[in-house]
């Protein structure tokens, strides 16, 4: 069993950074991949950028050049850099994890707020 336990997030101005953190325990992500989504208001929950285990990198198009997800295996952390905050991207963020090979994310953490002013 993973646990995803999730930092970072907040309120910031357009134009700003934010990195958010999605830490796991109970075991090593060395062998998932991991996913990053959110959730705006009333829309529905859209994958931004995904790791794989080997550390392979994809990105939707609406967050390319702005998004960075990285993974330290070390600290069993993944993170998601954002930069040029737009108000667009303010949703809730998750992320999750799934086996390497498996097409379902299994393990979620509990979402973190991002709000973007304008």
Do not use: H
């Not at 950028?49 to 050049?65: I, P, R």
């Not at 997800?69 to 069993?76: F, H, L, M, T, V």
């Amino acid at each position: 069993q993973v646990q995803l336990v999730q930092s970072g997030g907040g309120l910031v101005q357009a134009g700003g950074s934010l990195r958010l953190s999605c830490a796991a325990s109970g075991r090593t992500l060395n062998n998932y991949a991991v996913g990053w989504f959110r959730q705006p208001p009333g829309k529905q929950r859209e994958l931004v950028a995904a790791v794989t285990s080997g550390g392979s990198t994809n990105y939707t198009d609406s967050v390319k050049g702005r998004f960075t997800i990285s993974r330290d295996n070390a600290k069993n952390t993944v993170y998601l850099q954002i930069n040029r905050l737009k108000p667009e991207d303010t949703a809730v963020y998750y992320c999750a994890a799934r086996r390497a090979g498996m097409g379902t994310y299994n393990y979620w953490g509990q979402g973190t707020q991002v709000t973007v002013s304008s």
